[in-house]
């Protein structure tokens, strides 16, 4: 597997993780954006399966797993971030905006296209009028971490610029229909 293709899967992998801890401690308890909830936890967990792949996949998978326990470790830990529903759900909006972007092989951006609504869905609920910008700050802070330890470099200024524009032509859109 490539350098390339172990980052993206691990970032899925934490995604995958934070929406299964959003789902099990029971964040959400309005039924329809639980069941979206569940459902975009299931659809990452599709998305890691179907990614294409080359290489050592047993090795790399050793490593993701490392990776997702260092993860796991800091988010427990003293990062001087409380962890919200709203900042988890950005964090993970973000994280597969961020990859999506990222991505060049159609085959994967399908993949990354069908998940993304679900996760955007769950923050409009969480936060529909984006007023919590602290958790979305926090979230950005958490990222950061997230994309040192999988060994992204990343131009925050252009991401976000790309994710604005990205969510108003949704919301154009969407005030349109």
Same mark, same amino acid.
């Given at each position: 597997?490539?350098?390339?293709?172990?980052?993206?899967?691990?970032?899925?992998?934490?995604?995958?993780?934070?929406?299964?801890?959003?789902?099990?401690?029971?964040?959400?308890?309005?039924?329809?954006?639980?069941?979206?909830?569940?459902?975009?936890?299931?659809?990452?967990?599709? @998305?890691?399966?179907?990614?294409? %792949?080359?290489?050592? /996949? =047993?090795?790399?998978?050793?490593?993701? !797993?490392? #990776?997702?326990?260092?993860?796991?470790?800091?988010?427990?830990?003293?990062?001087?971030?409380?962890?919200?529903?709203?900042?988890?759900?950005?964090?993970?909006?973000?994280?597969?905006?961020?990859?999506?972007?990222? @991505?060049?092989?159609?085959?994967? %951006?399908?993949?990354? /296209? =069908?998940?993304?609504?679900?996760?955007? !869905?769950? #923050?409009?609920?969480?936060?529909?009028?984006?007023?919590?910008?602290?958790?979305?700050?926090?979230?950005?802070?958490?990222?950061?971490?997230?994309?040192?330890?999988?060994?992204?470099?990343?131009?925050?200024?252009?991401?976000?610029?790309?994710?604005?524009?990205?969510?108003?032509?949704?919301?154009?859109?969407?005030?349109?229909?």
């Amino acid at each position: 597997m490539s350098k390339a293709s172990t980052q993206q899967l691990t970032l899925l992998a934490i995604v995958f993780g934070t929406l299964a801890e959003m789902q099990e401690a029971g964040y959400i308890s309005i039924v329809s954006v639980k069941k979206l909830l569940g459902e975009a936890e299931t659809d990452t967990r599709l @998305v890691m399966k179907q990614w294409p %792949t080359t290489g050592d /996949d =047993k090795k790399n998978s050793i490593k993701i !797993a490392n #990776v997702a326990q260092e993860w796991a470790m800091y988010m427990q830990g003293e990062n001087g971030v409380e962890l919200t529903i709203t900042n988890m759900a950005f964090m993970c909006e973000k994280a597969v905006f961020d990859l999506s972007d990222r @991505v060049t092989d159609g085959y994967k %951006t399908e993949l990354l /296209d =069908k998940l993304l609504p679900k996760i955007s !869905a769950i #923050v409009d609920f969480v936060d529909p009028n984006e007023a919590h910008s602290r958790a979305r700050q926090e979230a950005l802070i958490i990222l950061e971490h997230m994309y040192k330890l999988i060994g992204w470099d990343f131009n925050w200024e252009e991401s976000n610029n790309k994710m604005r524009a990205k969510l108003k032509r949704r919301a154009q859109r969407d005030h349109s229909n």
